[in-house]
């Protein structure tokens, strides 16, 4: 009955958005302990977004749904077209697996080699640069300021900073010179190219010291190659702690470590995939793919929503390895697979679709940002399928392999004794 269905479905599904929700907070917790500035402000709202999506997941929607049941409505979890979509699927994922780890490797080949020769376009955050703080008499859109500027500067990025008629420009031109008439030559080139937002407004008058001036330069400052050297390394270690703290945990709720290598391994892969994505293209697209601080954040969310497809998959495996013990692992895999690849596609298609909103008619600020969620998405949807699981399959064959061997040469050791 719906009532029994309910219960267990709310009750089946606990574990598994524990482990995902737990994974994700784990490595927000790293980005917060580790993340400098605007990480920090990140792994906040990533952590207060798990707590309270948990508590809405858990309770709140039981709450609604009982109600709703307990009334004797009729509640449909389908609709005439998606009510037999996904049923009795049977694929053989392990059967794929090697034309994965073909199609894989050859994506990380390609990125390692444009990481290589390519690189990455850099941001302030990472080799340093100058920011201005600038206000101006009427609200100014930060995007038309950024086309503007990175024209002249060749790397300038605008943001509001408090209210609308101020914004927040940092560039990276010519970061590694620090003689004053660099730092007049920008701000010369500064003024020249805001002029037309200033109408009115002398040079003199923009770059004054005077405290009670309403309009023009307010405050400067510069970010070191030193001090961007520091946020990189806190970035790098941001990522691989958290990457070993799910390792553990994975370790921990799932006792055997086939389990957190698939998941970590996968982890790379996406990462790997990611920035190559961006080292390939970012001279080529309409719109700033810098790496900063924010790209950081960008890719911790890719790894937090990689892991908790992979940790919805691994909890059927166990649920499944559990229940039928009769069943060869290589069928768990397969069924475990295909029964949760309904969640994995409608999970994924509903975030595409508020990125692609978002990326699409978002501003060209957070283009960059959005882009690199995009592919972390496509491409962690897919690891989780062909790549995690798959792995740790191969990873748990050999290891039961290796077993049996060393089972039948103390049989043989102790024929020969």
Request: glycine letters at 6%.
């Given at each position: 009955g719906l009532k029994e269905s309910i219960d267990d479905g709310f009750s089946n599904a606990l574990s598994s958005i524990l482990d995902a929700n737990i994974t994700t907070g784990l490595t927000a917790l790293i980005l917060f302990i580790f993340g400098t500035g605007p990480i920090k402000g990140f792994a906040t709202t990533l952590l207060i977004g798990i707590a309270t999506s948990l508590f809405t997941a858990?309770?709140?929607?039981?709450?609604?749904?009982?109600?709703?049941?307990?009334?004797?409505?009729n509640l449909d979890f389908s609709t005439a077209i998606t009510k037999n979509l996904f049923r009795n699927i049977n694929i053989n994922f392990l059967k794929k697996r090697k034309i994965a780890y073909i199609i894989s490797g050859v994506a990380i080949l390609v990125s390692l080699g444009s990481l290589f020769t390519n690189s990455l376009d850099q941001g302030v955050d990472f080799v340093g640069?100058?920011?201005?703080?600038?206000?101006?008499?009427?609200?100014?859109?930060?995007?038309?300021?950024?086309?503007t500027l990175g024209d002249a500067f060749g790397s300038a990025e605008a943001k509001t900073f408090g209210s609308a008629n101020q914004l927040k420009i940092t560039t990276k031109y010519k970061v590694n010179e620090t003689d004053n008439a660099i730092d007049e030559e920008i701000r010369n080139t500064l003024f020249t190219e805001l002029q037309p937002y200033m109408p009115g407004l002398s040079y003199?008058?923009?770059?004054?010291?005077?405290?009670?001036?309403?309009?023009?330069?307010?405050?400067?400052?510069?970010?070191?190659?030193?001090?961007?050297?520091?946020?990189?390394k806190s970035s790098i270690w941001a990522i691989l702690g958290s990457l070993v703290v799910v390792f553990l945990y994975i370790l921990i709720?799932?006792?055997?470590?086939q389990f957190s290598l698939g998941a970590v391994a996968a982890v790379f892969h996406d990462?790997?995939?990611?920035?190559?994505?961006?080292?390939?293209?970012?001279?080529?697209?309409?719109?700033?793919?810098?790496?900063?601080?924010?790209f950081i954040a960008a890719i911790l969310t890719v790894i937090g929503y990689s892991l908790n497809d992979t940790v919805v998959v691994f909890d059927?495996?166990?649920?499944?390895?559990?229940?039928?013990?009769?069943?060869?692992?290589?069928?768990v895999i397969n069924v475990s697979l295909s029964s949760t690849l309904s969640r994995t596609l409608n999970t994924s298609l509903t975030t595409l679709v508020v990125l692609l909103a978002i990326f699409i008619f978002g501003g060209d600020s957070?283009?960059?940002?959005?882009?690199?969620?995009?592919?972390?998405?496509?491409?962690?949807?897919?690891?989780?399928?062909?790549?995690?699981?798959?792995?740790?399959?191969?990873?748990?064959?050999?290891?039961?392999?290796?077993?049996?061997?060393?089972?039948?040469?103390?049989?043989?050791?102790?024929?020969?004794?």
């Open positions: 858990i309770f709140i929607t039981r709450l609604i749904v009982d109600w709703y049941a307990n009334r004797n409505g640069g100058r920011t201005y703080q600038v206000r101006f008499a009427e609200p100014v859109s930060a995007n038309e300021i950024s086309e003199e008058e923009f770059i004054s010291d005077d405290q009670g001036k309403t309009v023009g330069l307010m405050k400067y400052y510069k970010v070191s190659p030193t001090i961007a050297d520091d946020i990189k709720r799932f006792k055997r470590w990462v790997l995939i990611v920035l190559g994505v961006f080292s390939l293209t970012y001279k080529y697209m309409p719109f700033s793919m810098e790496i900063d601080q924010a059927r495996i166990r649920e499944f390895f559990n229940e039928h013990t009769s069943w060869p692992f290589n069928k957070i283009r960059g940002f959005m882009f690199a969620l995009i592919v972390g998405v496509i491409v962690g949807t897919y690891s989780s399928l062909f790549i995690a699981t798959p792995l740790m399959y191969d990873a748990v064959k050999k290891g039961d392999a290796a077993n049996a061997l060393k089972e039948k040469e103390k049989v043989e050791d102790s024929e020969i004794v």
